[in-house]
């Protein structure tokens, strides 16, 4: 069986960025929107592969620091991937979560963008 590695591609990073941030979520989770991944100081790049983690890594929904993939109880959840292009390099500790991020992120960002998926096993 062959294994396929996906990549998360991101175009039009600003020059200037110095960092990226990256935050992952479903708003659609049974108990209010969960965070997948919440990840700062990548390297303004263009490729994220599977399964890397070129930045620090923060807590998702879980309290764990590492992605977790979609698995939705039910029905069809959305996934937005939200991509920040900043000014700077952040100070943040490792049991920083999506709040944290946001708030750290405040009068940095460059640019952004996001992308939305849907995902169910049905």
């Not at 591609?9 to 020059?15: D, K, L, T």
């Not at 941030?21 to 929107?33: H, Q, Y």
């Not at 943040?92 to 996001?114: N, R, V």
């Amino acid at each position: 069986m062959e294994t396929i590695k996906q990549t998360f591609r991101i175009h039009h990073i600003p020059e200037e960025a110095k960092s990226l941030a990256l935050i992952v979520d479903d708003p659609d989770a049974p108990k209010g929107t969960f965070t997948h991944w919440v990840m700062w100081n990548i390297p303004p790049q263009e490729i994220i592969e599977e399964n890397t983690d070129p930045g620090d890594v923060g807590l998702n929904g879980k309290g764990e620091n590492k992605y977790t993939g979609p698995c939705p109880p039910n029905g069809t959840h959305r996934y937005h991937f939200k991509v920040y292009a900043l000014d700077t390099f952040l100070n943040l500790d490792k049991s920083s979560d999506k709040e944290d991020l946001l708030k750290a992120m405040e009068h940095h960002i460059l640019s952004q963008g996001e992308l939305t998926g849907k995902y169910s096993k049905e």
